[in-house]
Every structure is written in structure tokens, then in C-alpha cells.
């Protein structure tokens, strides 16, 4: 179990242009997620997949923004039209589906992005 | 909605001094309350979660939070911290029930303990 990983970890990129950041899972986990991490804040939700349906999205994820999860495995969050507003850290976790009363989500190192 | 509350944004400490590390939640319905940290350039890492019962969770490496329903409070206490505990930690909230148990985040304490 090599954990959550996320690609890359830094992008650094000129306003305007597009982005795109790849989050794969740990193998057996059924739901992904993905926040962002601005400067001295805490994470907050971006949006949500169960398998590969995506079933919510936060007001936080403007119409530049979309993500993907084909076939329930690896998802990727393109930003496109970047703005300086874009700078953050993108963080993806996943978790499992059992029957216990929680399921640990669990988090990538996080892809960091600069927008200049 | 649900938010969360870390009072202190910096908690700087001496080696083996106790700490506490402040987190107040804010929700109309009953809610699971998490501690995750974060070593530098590291992820986010669970330190422990109260679902239900005992309101006293521990966890491995000698942290330990009270939830109190009365006080919607959830602070995490250390009574001797050690050099590597310098780190970020951030209180967390999910509302049971919901299916997507999407977590809402404090802005995270910095603890840093100096020799």
C-alpha cells in the first residue's frame, strides 16, 4: 500500500494557462476527494466521487474548474484560464466503503500551485 | 452549515511542557470530530476522531481530545511534547449520515516546540 499519491507535487504556471493535476487513489478505496489549501487556511471540499460519479460539487469549484474520475480509479482536476486566486495547495484523499461507522479518509501529499 | 474554530493560530511551547491546543465546532446536527496533522511537506495525517461513545479519544503517540457537547468544544491536549511534535494541526468536523463525509477544517494551529 504505497498510500495517496498526487502529480505533480509543485506547478508552477503564468495566468491564463491551463492546469492539470492527477490524484491516484489507494487501490481499494471507493471515494475520492479533493480540497484546497490556501495560505493559513484550512482545507476546504472541492468536490466528491463515489466510484466515478461525481455526486457533489462545492460553490468553491467555479465553471474554470472540472475533474474527472474515469472508471473509478485515478482523477484529475483541471484548472483552466488560471488567475493569481488559483494559488493553493490541492489535496486529494480517499476512503474506503465498509460498514463501520466512518471511513478514514485518507490524504495525499498535495500538489502546490503558483500562479504568476 | 458547520464550521470549525481554532482559537490560536501559533502555540509556541518548551520541550516536555504540557500544551493544549484549542478547536470549537458550530452545527445544527450532531457531528463527527476529527485531529488531523501536518508534518512539513507532508500530508495530512489523522491523529485521532470521536464518532460516538466515550467522549475522552486517544491517540498513539500520547495526544489525547475531550468532546464536550455543551461547550461544542473538542481541544486536544498533550501533558509532555517532544521536539517532532512540531507541526500544523487542524480540528475537523463531518456530519454522520451524510454519504459523502466530506470534512470541514479549522485554519490549523501551528505548534512548535523549542528545547
Known amino acids: 500500500d504505497t498510500g495517496v499519491s498526487q502529480d505533480p507535487r509543485h506547478k508552477i504556471t503564468k495566468r491564463g494557462q491551463n492546469?492539470?493535476?492527477r490524484c491516484d487513489p489507494i487501490s481499494e478505496h471507493n471515494r475520492l476527494y479533493w480540497y484546497r489549501q490556501t495560505l493559513g487556511q484550512g482545507p476546504e471540499f472541492?468536490?466528491?466521487?463515489?466510484?466515478?460519479?461525481q455526486l457533489e460539487k462545492s460553490r468553491l469549484l467555479s465553471d474554470r474548474f472540472?475533474?474527472?474520475?474515469?472508471?473509478?480509479?485515478?482523477s484529475t482536476l483541471e484548472i483552466q484560464r488560471t488567475e493569481q486566486g488559483d494559488s493553493a495547495m490541492y489535496l486529494c484523499a480517499s476512503s474506503g466503503q465498509t460498514s463501520g461507522l466512518?471511513?478514514?479518509?485518507?490524504?495525499?501529499?498535495?500538489?502546490?500551485?503558483t500562479v504568476l | 452549515?458547520?464550521?470549525?474554530?481554532q482559537l490560536d493560530s501559533q502555540v509556541p511551547v518548551f520541550e516536555e511542557a504540557p500544551v493544549e491546543l484549542r478547536c470549537n465546532y458550530s452545527s445544527s446536527v450532531s457531528v463527527y470530530l476529527f485531529w488531523y496533522v501536518q508534518y512539513p511537506n507532508q500530508g495530512l495525517q489523522l491523529l485521532l476522531k470521536y464518532l460516538s461513545g466515550s467522549t475522552l479519544v486517544e491517540s498513539i503517540n500520547g495526544f489525547e481530545a475531550e468532546f464536550n457537547k455543551s461547550q461544542t468544544s473538542f481541544h486536544l491536549r498533550k501533558p509532555s511534547v517532544h521536539i517532532s511534535d512540531t507541526a500544523e494541526y487542524f480540528c475537523a468536523v463531518s456530519v454522520p449520515l451524510r454519504s459523502n463525509y466530506k470534512l470541514t477544517f479549522g485554519k490549523g494551529t501551528l505548534l512548535t516546540v523549542n528545547p
Open chain 1, 19 to 21: 492546469v492539470t493535476f
Open chain 1, 46 to 53: 472541492l468536490t466528491y466521487f463515489q466510484n466515478e460519479a
Open chain 1, 66 to 74: 472540472s475533474a474527472e474520475r474515469p472508471k473509478g480509479s485515478f
Open chain 1, 102 to 113: 466512518y471511513n478514514e479518509q485518507f490524504f495525499g501529499p498535495g500538489t502546490r500551485l
Open chain 2, 1 to 5: 452549515a458547520q464550521s470549525v474554530t
